[in-house]
């Protein structure tokens, strides 16, 4: 939604100007992911609550407190009505982030759960072949059948079963 990226761009970059890079991050997502809660949201959409409760509530669920420029973050957001974007502000802070510290955030897709060790060994030929550090994330698709499957960005690395299949199904009906 462009409409959601665009309420987020300024928040994101203020952030970013006033914390660094990076720094945010661990607080951000937890809000992030209770802002997008339905109870939460609907509870500070309530016209009984006030910010102060709103702002007590959200605070209450974290896993961490929040430091006092994460507190100030927080109230500014109830402030302007905009929990909503809290997942699109966490996603623009992440991304300035990187770029500052010259690292892509990376998915990495296997049919069955990969070992430490295996990543170990993965990571450092994935940023040879996209150029660049990567922050590896895993997860389990057993859709792929063998194989992995990375996305760096609009950039798709495939090296599994169903793509060779899905290759093979193409050349033999054309």
């Excluded at 500014?76 to 997942?87: F, K, M, P, V, Y």
């Excluded at 998915?107 to 150029?131: G, I, T």
């Excluded at 922050?135 to 599994?160: A, F, H, K, M, W």
Aim: proline share 4%; glycine share 6%; charged share 20%.
């Amino acid at each position: 939604m462009a409409e959601l990226a665009t309420i987020a761009r300024p928040y994101a970059e203020a952030l970013f100007k006033a914390v660094g890079a990076g720094t945010a991050q661990t607080w951000l997502d937890a809000l992030a992911q209770v802002g997008t809660n339905s109870e939460v949201i609907q509870f500070a959409s309530d016209p009984k609550a006030n910010r102060a409760q709103v702002f007590q509530v959200i605070s209450s669920v974290l896993p961490e407190a929040l430091p006092e420029r994460g507190a100030n973050f927080l109230r500014t957001i109830i402030e302007n009505d905009r929990l909503s974007a809290l997942g699109e502000i966490a996603q623009q802070y992440r991304e300035l982030s990187n770029d500052q510290l010259g690292v892509a955030d990376a998915m990495v897709e296997s049919a069955f759960p990969l070992e430490a060790s295996a990543l170990a060994d993965l990571k450092p030929m994935l940023e040879a072949r996209f150029k660049r550090r990567l922050n590896l994330q895993v997860g389990v698709v057993p859709d792929l059948i063998g194989g992995i499957r990375v996305v760096v960005g609009d950039e798709v690395y495939d090296t599994s079963i169903q793509a060779q299949l899905e290759q093979m199904k193409m050349a033999l009906t054309a």
